[in-house]
């Protein structure tokens, strides 16, 4: 893999630079006090234990690196590590394993592990913005996966039907070839319609399947049409969901292939993972190497520390 040659995968102090460039556009910031004006790099010294990337602030005599207050921050493996899995996961289709990360970074599979769900936190994009603004079509549509161990199954044919199982959300906005995603407790009506209403513009053009929870849409849309699988329909002219179709279908292949065994506590992080991968993909104008970068830019004021994330690791 010649891209995984580049300087900053290898070499810490690159590393670092590099990340520097990525966060600080403007010059380094003081995390302490905000200062900006009387920055200067501490040189890194092994023997003094002088740690590499650290930078000294003249305002308030602070002592900082640019990983402090991003996800990063309490990562134990060298920065150049952590920049290779971003790569790794920006850049592969269906993403890549913990084991994967343990195996081609050689750090222990705990650390790839925690590495990884870092990452997805960085690529969790927080947008708020309602899909389909000035009238455009969106597309809805749910998928179930894996096995939601906190409810029990029903009646005696156990293991059957989607009861049991994660539900996702999904919405693609066709105008902008963007996607929204989500993990969601029920697909009732009276539970799914003001979560429509509220990633969704009044204005929005919806369209969907004929399941029963999407039937009164055009009382909270500007319109709603839908496609009856189960006559065996796939779309007339604009109205067809193959784009969420084909959404959930990466989704669900990465799921199986990579993410075998997910509880319910992750599930939100792995569906942001495909969500990002998906809003900047090539289609999107976004090569791997910007996408990588969008990821990087993505790790400030996320802390994840350790205790949230192993409280929830079981
Ligand atoms: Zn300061």
Redesign the pocket.
Known sequence: MSVLSRPEFHDEIKAFEHLERVIWADGPV?P????MDRITKVKANPEKRIRVGLWR?G????QFTVKVGTVFEHARLPLNKALQAVYLMTASKKGISAHQLHRILEVTYKTAWFLAHRIREAMRSGELAPFGEGGGFVEVDETFIGVDRTIKPKGEKKGRGFHHKHKVLALVDRNTGRARAMVVDSLKAADLTPILQANIDYEAFVLTDEAGQYKFLDRSFAGHDFVSHSRGEYGRGEVHTNTIEGYFSIFKRGMRGVYQHCGKKHLHRYVAEFEFRYNNREANGCNDRERSEQALAGIVGKRLTYSSTSRAAA
Do not use: L
Request: net charge neutral; aromatic share 0%.
């Open positions: 003081c302490h006090c905000g200062g602030c305002d308030c005599k602070g």
